[in-house]
C-alpha cells in the first residue's frame, strides 16, 4: 500500500494521530522480549537454581517457602531495581543525547554520576554509611551535623541530593542568556572533574573498610537492593518517564538546530531546561538507586538509534535497552564470574569498546 | 491612497548582541505579497534585522508587530503558524529521511497526541510535490546535493504553511545554476501561493531579479529602499558597497545589472587588452578548464595557457597567472 507521504504510514484513532514506524515497533518490542527473558533468568540463576516455572509459580503465591523467599524478597527487588535503574539511564542519556546533539553527551559528563557518588561517598566515608550509625568523623560544628542528617536519611538521598546539586551547579555555570549546548558539556566535564577529585580525597581519608564499601557502591552495584530500594525509584519513574516521553515531542523540530527550531514554535530555553531537568532527575534517581552503572546511558541510546535507523535516539526503546543491559550486566555479574563483580564493572567492559569506536569514527573526522 | 497592508512591521527596532548594537531604529514595513530581498555589504545587520522580524533574536527597544500585535507577546506556536524562517545553512541530523524533515514543518500544527493528521499529511505531501522531492522522500537528506537540500528545506516550510516566509541567505554555498533554482522556487511560492517573502541575498542582480523590493543597509540602517530600478544606482553601491560598479539594463530580465569595476579595471586600462588578448585564446580544448572558464571567465582570461614556460615574460602578467592558478586551486579544494 502506498500512503500520500511515503515512509509515514499513519496510525489515527479517534483524536490521536502518529506515524507507524514499524522497525521502531519491532526493536521495542524485540527488546521487551528478550528483557522478560533475562529478567526470569536473573532470577532463577543463582547459587540456588530455579527453574523459569517455579519463578513463575513463587511470583502468583506458590512454591516452597524458601524458593518464594528467594525469588520474592532477594532475587525480584534486585532484578527490579536493575531494570528501572537502566531503563532512567537509557532514556536519560536519550535526552541528554538528543537535547544536546552530541553523541558522547550522558549524565555522567554532565556532572550528576559525579556529583551522586561524591555526596554518596560523603556519607559512606564519613558517615558510617548504610548501617545508618552517624559517626560524624568531622565531628561537631555545622558541617557536622549536615553529614550526620544525611548519614541517617541514607546513601540513596545523599546521592540523589548531590547528583541534583550538582545538575543545578552546570546548569547556573553554563545558562548564559540561552542554553548553548557546548557551553554545557564544558562546563559538565569540569563539574565533573571536581566531583571525582573530592571523591578520590575522601577515599583516602576514609577509614580502610568504608573505603572498600564505598569502592563497591562507585563502580554500581545491585548488591542486597530490596524492596526499600525499587518502591522510590519506582515511583520517581512513574512520573518521570511519562513526562519525558510527552516532552520529547519537541526533540524533532530541536534537532534541526536552535534557529529553526525556534522558527517552527518551539521555546528552545525553557524547552532544553524542562527536558533537561527530568534528564538529570532520572539519572540522579537511577545513581541513588544503584551508583554510578557506567556506560547505560552513553552506549545504549547510540546502539538503539542505530537498530531503528533514526536520526536522533529514540527514548522508549533507549529505556527498554537500557534495562536489558543492565539486568544482562548483573546476570553476568552474579553467574558468569568466578567473583561476583558489581553490575558496573560489566556494563564498562561491554560498554567500553562500543565508546572506542565511536571515539574513532569522531577522530577520522566523520560527523556523528 | 491607501496605505498597502503589512502584517509584518519594524518599529523603531534596536538588536544586538551582548553589548554590541547592530541595528537602532530601524522601521520597516513588509508589504502584504511582496518579495522583499535585503542587501548589503557584510556585517551590515542584514541577517540581525532577519532574525528580529522572525522573533529569533529579542529587540533590545522598540518591537517588531505582527497583525498588529508584539511578536514578544504573541505565543510563538501561533506566531510559527502565520511566519516561517529559515536559518541560513541549516543543517538536518544525518539518516534523516526527506519526508521526515518536511514532516517538521507540521510541528506548530502538532500536538503530543496528535502527531501526523490528515492535514498534516496532506500539506507534506503537496509541499513535496510542489517542490519535485516527492522521488526523494524516502532517501536521507545527508545523501542530497546541496541544491536538492535547499529544496527540501523550502519544502519543509512550505508545510509550515505560514503566509509570510523569512529567508536568510537562502542560496548560501550553493552554484550558480542552483542558486536561480532556489530563487525559481521562491518566485513561484510568490506568484503561485501568494506567499509573503523577505530574503537576504548577497548576489545583487538575482536580488535586482527575483525581489521586487530591494531594502539596502548599512551599518545597521536602511540607506535605501524600493524597486530595484531605483535602489541599485552606481552612486549607492558607492555608499552602501564602497563599489565602483557600472549599472547596465540586464539584457534578459530587464532589470538592474551590476557590473562591478575592481581596482585593476580602474588603475590600468593595458589590462583590457590582456583581457581580448585571452579571450581569443579561449578555444582551449583542455577538458579540465572547462569548468572553470564557464564559473569564472575573469579567471580562465589571465590564465591564457597552462603551459608556463610561455607564459608571457611580462612580470606583472606572470603573477596574475600564478594568482589565478592559485585561485584555481581553492576553488577545486571547495
Redesign the interface.
Same mark, same amino acid.
Given at each position: 500500500m502506498t500512503?500520500?507521504?511515503? =515512509?509515514?504510514p499513519?496510525?489515527?484513532v479517534g483524536?490521536?494521530?502518529?506515524?507507524w514506524r514499524g522497525r521502531l515497533a519491532a526493536v521495542t518490542a524485540l527488546g521487551i522480549g528478550l528483557l522478560v527473558l533475562l529478567a526470569a533468568l536473573n532470577i532463577g540463576l543463582g547459587d540456588v537454581r530455579i527453574s523459569l516455572g517455579d519463578v513463575l509459580g513463587a511470583l502468583v503465591g506458590g512454591g516452597d517457602r524458601a524458593q518464594r523467599f528467594i525469588v520474592l524478597q532477594l532475587r525480584l527487588p534486585r532484578t527490579l531495581t536493575g531494570l528501572l535503574v537502566g531503563a532512567a539511564l537509557g532514556m536519560a542519556g536519550a535526552i541528554t543525547q538528543a537535547l544536546t546533539?552530541n553523541p558522547l553527551a550522558s549524565p555522567d559528563l554532565l556532572g550528576v554520576t559525579g556529583g551522586a557518588g561524591a555526596a554518596a561517598l560523603a556519607v559512606i566515608a564519613l558517615g558510617g554509611g548504610g548501617s545508618g550509625t552517624a559517626v560524624g568523623l568531622l565531628g561537631g560544628g555545622g558541617s557536622g551535623t549536615a553529614v550526620g542528617l544525611l548519614a541517617g536519611a541514607g546513601v540513596p538521598l545523599a546521592a540523589l541530593i548531590g547528583g541534583l546539586l550538582a545538575a543545578a551547579v552546570v546548569y547556573g555555570l553554563a545558562y548564559r542568556r540561552g542554553m548553548l549546548t557546548d557551553r554545557l558539556v564544558l562546563v559538565g566535564v569540569g563539574v565533573n572533574a571536581v566531583a571525582v577529585a573530592i571523591t578520590s580525597w575522601l577515599l583516602v581519608v576514609a577509614h580502610v573498610d568504608q573505603a572498600a564499601q564505598a569502592t563497591v557502591w562507585l563502580t554500581g552495584s545491585l548488591n542486597g537492593r530490596g524492596w526499600e530500594h525499587v518502591v522510590p525509584v519506582a515511583l520517581a519513574l512513574a512520573v518521570l518517564m511519562p513526562a519525558g516521553l510527552?516532552v520529547s515531542? +519537541?526533540l +524533532?523540530?530541536l534537532?534541526?538546530?536552535d534557529?529553526?527550531a525556534? +522558527?517552527? =514554535?518551539?521555546?528552545v530555553n525553557r524547552y532544553r531546561v524542562t527536558l533537561g531537568l527530568i534528564a538529570l532527575v532520572l539519572a540522579a534517581v537511577a545513581t541513588a538507586g544503584a551508583g554510578p552503572i557506567g556506560f547505560v546511558a552513553l552506549v545504549v541510546p547510540q546502539i538503539c538509534?542505530r537498530l531503528v535507523?533514526?536520526?536522533?535516539p529514540p527514548l522508549l526503546t533507549s529505556a527498554v535497552y537500557g534495562a536489558l543491559l543492565t539486568v544482562t550486566g548483573d546476570l553476568i555479574a552474579r553467574t558468569a564470574l568466578p567473583a561476583e563483580l558489581p553490575v558496573g564493572i560489566v556494563t564498562a567492559v561491554l560498554g567500553t569498546p562500543y565508546l572506542l569506536y565511536l571515539l574513532g569514527r569522531r577522530n577520522r573526522g566523520v560527523?556523528? | 491612497m491607501t496605505e498597502p497592508a503589512a502584517r509584518l512591521r519594524a518599529h523603531q527596532l534596536r538588536l544586538g548582541y551582548g553589548d554590541e548594537v547592530v541595528i537602532d531604529g530601524l522601521d520597516l514595513d513588509v508589504l502584504d505579497g511582496t518579495v522583499t530581498a535585503v542587501i548589503g555589504p557584510n556585517g551590515c545587520g542584514k541577517s540581525t534585522l532577519l /532574525?528580529g522580524l522572525?522573533?529569533?533574536l529579542p529587540a533590545r527597544s522598540g518591537h517588531v508587530l505582527l497583525d498588529g500585535r508584539r511578536i514578544d507577546r504573541y505565543p #510563538? /506556536?501561533?506566531?510559527?503558524?502565520v511566519?516561517?524562517?529559515?536559518?541560513q545553512a541549516?543543517?538536518?541530523?544525518?539518516?534523516? #529521511?526527506v519526508?521526515?524533515?518536511v514532516?517538521?514543518?507540521r510541528?506548530?500544527h502538532? &500536538? $503530543?497526541? /496528535?502527531? $501526523?493528521?490528515?492535514d498534516?499529511?496532506?500539506a507534506? &505531501?503537496e509541499a513535496?510535490a510542489w517542490t519535485g522531492m516527492?522521488e526523494c &522522500?524516502?532517501r #536521507?537528506v545527508d545523501t542530497l546535493s546541496g541544491g536538492q537540500r535547499q529544496r527540501v528545506w523550502i519544502s519543509m516550510a512550505l508545510a509550515?504553511g505560514t503566509d509570510i516566509l523569512l529567508l536568510d541567505e537562502p542560496t548560501t554555498f550553493l552554484d550558480l545554476a542552483h542558486q536561480v533554482d532556489v530563487l525559481d522556487l521562491v518566485e513561484r511560492l510568490h506568484r503561485e501561493k501568494g506567499r509573503t517573502v523577505v530574503m537576504v541575498l548577497h548576489d545583487l542582480n538575482l536580488a535586482a531579479r527575483y525581489a521586487g523590493r530591494l531594502v539596502a543597509m548599512r551599518d545597521g540602517a536602511v540607506v535605501a529602499d524600493g524597486p530595484p530600478e531605483e535602489v541599485l544606482t552606481a552612486s549607492l553601491l558607492r555608499t552602501v558597497f564602497d563599489l565602483e560598479a557600472r549599472v547596465i539594463e540586464d539584457p534578459v530580465a530587464g532589470t538592474p545589472l551590476v557590473i562591478p569595476i575592481g581596482r585593476r579595471h580602474r588603475d590600468d586600462r593595458a589590462d583590457r587588452a590582456d583581457t581580448e588578448q585571452a579571450d581569443t585564446d579561449r578555444a582551449d580544448p583542455n577538458p579540465d578548464r572547462a569548468d572553470t572558464d564557464r564559473a569564472d571567465p575573469e579567471q580562465a582570461d589571465t590564465d591564457p595557457d597552462h603551459d608556463p614556460d610561455r607564459a608571457d615574460p611580462d612580470s606583472r602578467t606572470a603573477t596574475r597567472i600564478v594568482d589565478a592558478r592559485a585561485d584555481h586551486r581553492a576553488s577545486n579544494r571547495r
Open positions: 500512503y500520500a507521504v511515503p =515512509g509515514r499513519p496510525i489515527r483524536r490521536f494521530s502518529g506515524v546533539r510527552l515531542f +519537541g +524533532g523540530a534537532a534541526l538546530g534557529d529553526t525556534s +522558527g517552527l =514554535g518551539v521555546r538509534q535507523r533514526a536520526a536522533t560527523t556523528l | /532574525r522572525a522573533r529569533l #510563538t /506556536r501561533e506566531v510559527a503558524k511566519l516561517g524562517v529559515l536559518p541549516p543543517v538536518a541530523p544525518d539518516g534523516l #529521511t519526508a521526515d524533515l514532516s517538521r514543518g510541528h506548530p502538532q &500536538a $503530543w497526541y /496528535r502527531q $501526523w493528521s490528515g498534516d499529511e496532506q507534506v &505531501a513535496l516527492s &522522500a524516502e #536521507t509550515q
